[in-house]
């Protein structure tokens, strides 16, 4: 990456209808215990006509590494050709760094029946069978379109019950602060409050304050809700190119009758409308509709905002070595149940 044009890579990026935040060099910053290397492919004229950022690292036990590009590659996802030389110089990499797989997780929705085909014919093992968030990237999303829309447009396209919430947390005096990197720890605090009641593992606070350096004013934001001075909920939005996604919640066991994540929401929202965003993505729901499934609350609350539910292709493995790939994929699944586990454990008992 020497010769690369930094500046050119960026503005690709960003412009492209395909374009991810998670493929921005802002981003390669935030995963540093990753290497990076940017690839891209140009058209006669020199202009980028596709790229991915590879996020790569060893494994442990063996002399191998993994080798990711989260949303990847940017491009035309109908041009065989274009994806085929990115693919080609993957391999290339791959040789380098002795990567076992290229794992992709594009854009892309499920239905898309010409991007499957392209898949296939360039041997890429999709893998879409999960339900819930087992996977790097989340498969099912609801997104809202801003497109043409005013505050009040999309107010009114709420449900009923949104729209009450938003108001009546407002009502009860909740306030909404945009926060900065020295109220990151009072945010993790009620961010492991929130994993512990619903069982996910919680980054680092060092973790989220990189994201608000690397990121900066311009791509993030930490919304802050307080009730009667105190922190209760809080969020992390990222706005990239002509998108903005909603990347992190919390929230506290107490107060939740003043309904500070809807508040924060609309706010999320209109910071997105405010710099002429297209979409705005909710991030992952789970697949399983189900009343009875204890993500199904989840779902519920996204839904209400009237958004597109969205599944996308799902996981795509390139396999460069069988062998490697077979035993780390099982093992792969064991070790993140076992960090979950780990993670509860440790903190119920730092807490007591």
């Known amino acids: 990456m020497d010769n690369f044009d930094r500046g050119k890579y960026e503005k690709f990026v960003q412009a492209h209808p395909k374009g991810h935040f998670m493929q921005s060099l802002k981003w390669a910053q935030v995963k540093s215990n990753w290497h990076n290397e940017i690839i891209t492919v140009e058209d006669r004229q020199g202009d980028i006509k596709g790229s991915m950022s590879l996020l790569i690292r060893k494994l442990p036990l063996v002399n191998y590494t993994i080798m990711y590009s989260p949303r990847g590659p940017v491009c ?65 999303v609801f997104r809202l379109d801003l ?8 107010l009114m396209s709420f449900h009923h019950k949104v729209r009450y919430n938003i108001r009546l947390a407002v009502r009860k005096g909740v306030e909404i602060r945009i926060g900065t990197k020295e109220d990151i720890p009072e945010f993790h605090r009620v961010m492991v409050e929130t994993g512990l009641r619903d069982n996910f593992v919680v980054r680092s606070a060092e973790y989220f304050e990189k994201m608000l350096d690397c990121l900066g004013p311009d791509n993030i934001r930490l919304y802050l809700a307080y009730y009667q001075g105190k922190l209760i909920a809080g969020t992390i939005a990222i706005l990239y190119g002509n998108k903005c996604w909603y990347l992190y919640g919390a929230s506290s066991n ?56 969205t599944e996308f292709v ?3 493995d390139y396999v460069f070595n069988p062998f490697i790939y077979v035993i780390v994929e099982k093992s792969g699944a064991i070790y993140r149940k076992l960090r979950r586990r780990l ?9 007591r």
């Open 147 to 154: 497109r043409n829309k005013t505050e009040e447009e999309l």
């Open 76 to 140: 035309d996802m109908h041009n065989k050709d274009t994806i085929k030389e990115l693919i080609d110089k993957a391999k290339d990499t791959a040789r380098k760094y002795k990567s076992y797989v290229l794992k992709i997780d594009p854009d892309i929705e499920k239905d898309d029946t010409k991007f499957a085909e392209i898949a296939k014919e360039l041997k890429m093992k999709i893998k879409n069978d999960s339900k819930d968030f087992e996977g790097a990237q989340p498969r099912f």
């Open 314 to 316: 799902g996981e795509l």
């Open 343 to 351: 993670f509860v454990a440790k903190n119920r008992i730092s807490r």
């Open 254 to 309: 107490r107060h939740r009758n003043v309904m500070p994540n809807y508040l924060l929401q609309w706010e999320m929202i209109k910071w997105a409308l405010e710099n002429n965003c297209d979409i705005y993505d909710f991030r992952g729901v789970s697949g399983n509709l189900d009343e009875n499934h204890p993500l199904y609350g989840l779902y519920r609350f996204k839904k209400g905002f009237g958004g597109k539910f």
